[in-house]
């Protein structure tokens, strides 16, 4: 546990959150949410990102990751997944968003993939797993996981000269609009919006 650190301490995290286990919090992402059902699985322990965990979390975390999604695409459909790893993390601390593949920003729904919109020159590999991802920080220090359509790919960030951050980025480039494009300089119209979302992840996936 880092006192420094907002995930580390669950008073920082009470807000928005859905469900929690020994290991892991499911919480609403209450400042930057993109649609409804924005939210994220986080660690309970201090690790800068999941493929940082030791393999003894493996269980719990893969039967956690499946009983969110299971919650989550009863809901709001199949969601698309992110880690930023460590690279371009605006808080450093491992957590996995979730969100869906259709908003009133965006339509990753028909014939747009999430994944397309990874830049050229980042390398990408399917993994199967937690496993695989901790493998692949072992070796590169850092990674961004994104999953879609039941596929985890691991684009490959080390050698790449710039941030890569997908859960903006890509609705963006895909629509055009650049209004939610930075979470800390939203509009209040904007802030309205994502306290509406917010309200509703919360009404939706908090468990009872």
Request: charged fraction near 25%.
């Amino acid at each position: 546990m880092m006192a420094s650190c907002t995930f580390c301490n669950k008073e920082d995290l009470e807000e928005g959150l859905l469900d929690e286990t020994p290991s892991f919090y499911h919480r609403a992402n209450v400042l930057g949410a993109i649609a409804p059902g924005h939210s994220m699985i986080i660690s309970k322990k201090h690790y800068s990102c999941f493929g940082e965990m030791p393999p003894n979390s493996d269980e719990d975390f893969n039967s956690y990751l499946a009983s969110v999604k299971t919650r989550f695409s009863k809901v709001f459909g199949d969601p698309i997944l992110v880690e930023q790893g460590i690279h371009g993390q605006s808080i450093n601390h491992a957590h996995l968003h979730f969100f869906p593949r259709v908003s009133e920003w965006y339509d990753f729904s028909e014939s747009e993939r999430f994944i397309d919109f990874i830049p050229p020159g980042i390398s990408v590999s399917e993994v199967g797993g937690i496993q695989d991802i901790r493998k692949i920080f072992d070796d590169d220090g850092q990674y961004v996981l994104i999953g879609e359509n039941s596929s985890l790919y691991v684009c490959h960030t080390k050698e790449f000269d710039g941030n890569l951050r997908p859960v903006r980025e890509f609705p963006s480039k895909l629509t055009g609009l650049t209004n939610l494009l930075n979470w800390q300089t939203v509009s209040q119209e904007e802030k309205l919006k994502n306290t509406r979302w917010v309200e509703e992840t919360i009404e939706k996936l908090k468990t009872k």
